[in-house]
């Protein structure tokens, strides 16, 4: 089942003892040359890993029933009425401060409209819309649109049509698949029925039953390829050129659609990676892997280092991306379906303010904010642990995860007015368990979450150059 951080690490690998397999049509077809088709590989690698993940995930959650994630079918809304454990391995760096809602659409028939209710203002809540090219094409929630009731429509990227009366926005997806993505914000334990009211609010329904109208005619059936972690090694190429027949072709992608044509990948081509001559799988392979090796050396240096962190606005929508598939990529493998940078701003570490790597099995360690520097939010702000090689939720004694800004009346403050945190496998002692964030027995990462970050200062936008920084993690004495 694709559920670690590793799966995409290995797309790459290619069995040096697989049989040579008979010549397909494509090698009757003038095909690159090895060094041309090793590049183009890499270059496809980039731009079609956000594809491949999100495919993956949308297999999970709304196509495989029996995939241990699965969430609802495809238009049907599925709440989640709890925050994501280390029990929930689809998603890496998951999201455990605020309950999901999920909608996987298929635009292809109709649009969908989505219908939120009036929303205490104290409460945050964001409906972002990420589509198959992993672009956050529109944003319904607190900060873009209110906590008023309201209908938005999301249509996909060939529809035509008119407005109708009562739709407050219209949304473009950019492919025929989408994901809608609800956060609700829990203020704590004791909250969680308030926020399954607000859940249940939420409507999802195709624009012909919002409009009491005949639907029009359903989409033709699709045999979605199983994808897992094993066949994904091998069938990287096979997935993209599945995707995107689901993806008409950008201004932006004109050139590298072209280059993935040359070695059979994209609408009518049909590649059958398993049919390639051993030869060019292996070609193919080197140039994949170098892909993957551009990618985890791009997020290892992502945006600016600050105090051990590293600080940057990864997501965001086409015109964000401007056609840097490499920033696409690192955008996805660090954390697929992020907020852009003005919804949520995320921090994140794997070392201390020293460079050294976290390690739980080595050392303690402390994270403290000054007197009066807590991060700067509209909304609220977590601290969450994950391991550090699965990008996971760690299992431990006391089932937290994260340490929020909902937490902070539990916590004590140091003398000075100062917050510190624990940051270690053992508890650090009953009269400090309230700021303990259990960590891993191994290498540790650290992700900070900054809902709705302020814009005046102090404040940590734009990302990495903001007024405000996150402090160092340091080495418990």
């Not at 429509?153 to 109708?164: A, I, K, N, S």
Request: hydrophobic content about 35%.
């Amino acid at each position: 089942m694709l559920t670690k951080r590793d799966l995409l690490r290995s797309t790459a690998v290619i069995a040096a003892s697989a049989a040579i397999a008979r010549p397909s049509l494509l090698m009757a077809q003038s095909y690159p040359g090895i060094i041309e088709a090793k590049d183009i590989a890499e270059e496809g690698f980039i731009y079609g890993l956000p594809l491949v993940m999100n495919y993956a995930i949308m297999y999970e959650y709304a196509v495989d029933r029996n995939s241990g994630q699965f969430k609802a079918p495809f238009n049907q809304i599925k709440n989640e009425p709890n925050v994501f454990t280390y029990k929930d391995t689809a998603i890496v760096t998951p999201n455990s401060d605020t309950p999901y809602s999920f909608v996987w659409m298929d635009l292809r028939a109709e649009p969908v409209v989505l219908s939120v209710p009036a929303i205490d203002p104290k409460r945050y809540y964001s409906v972002m819309l990420c589509d198959g090219n992993t672009y956050n094409y529109g944003y319904i929630g607190t900060r873009a649109t209110g906590n008023e009731a309201g209908d938005y429509m999301v249509v996909g990227p060939d529809w035509e049509g008119d407005t109708p009366a009562g739709i407050k926005q219209v949304f473009r997806s950019s492919t025929q698949f989408s994901l809608a993505g609800y956060r609700t914000q829990l203020f704590g334990p004791d909250d969680l029925d308030n926020v399954k009211q607000v859940q249940a609010g939420y409507k999802v329904q195709m624009l012909s039953a919002y409009l009491k109208q005949t639907p029009p005619p359903a989409a033709p059936a699709i045999e979605f390829p199983k994808i897992d972690k094993e066949l994904v090694k091998t069938n990287f190429l096979d997935y993209l050129d599945f995707a995107l027949q689901f993806a008409p072709a950008q201004g932006n992608e004109k050139e590298i659609r072209a280059k993935l044509a040359r070695i059979g990948v994209g609408p009518g081509k049909t590649l059958n990676f398993k049919d390639l001559p051993l030869e060019h799988k292996l070609e193919l392979g080197l140039g994949m892997k170098e892909g993957q090796r551009k990618v985890d050396e791009a997020v290892a240096n992502v945006g600016k280092a600050i105090n051990g962190w590293r600080v940057s606005g990864l997501p965001g929508d086409s015109a964000h991306y401007n056609g840097d598939w490499l920033k696409r990529a690192v955008a996805a493998q660090a954390g697929i379906y992020g907020n852009d940078p003005e919804e949520a701003t995320y921090p994140f570490t794997r070392v201390d303010s020293d460079g050294q790597t976290l390690d739980g099995s080595k050392h303690n360690y402390t994270l403290t904010f000054p007197a009066g520097q807590l991060p700067p939010v509209n909304s609220f702000w977590s601290l969450t642990m994950y391991d550090g090689k699965s990008q996971l939720l760690i299992e431990n004694p006391i089932n937290r995860y994260l340490i929020n800004s909902p937490m902070l009346s539990a916590m004590k403050k140091n003398d000075d007015g100062s917050l510190s945190l624990y940051i270690q496998k053992d508890s650090p002692g009953a009269d400090k368990e309230a700021n303990w964030l259990p960590a891993p027995n191994g290498t540790i990462y650290l992700v900070m979450r900054l809902y709705w970050p302020k814009t005046e200062a102090p404040s940590i936008l734009p990302p990495g150059e903001g007024t405000w920084q996150p402090p160092g993690v340091i080495v418990a004495e």
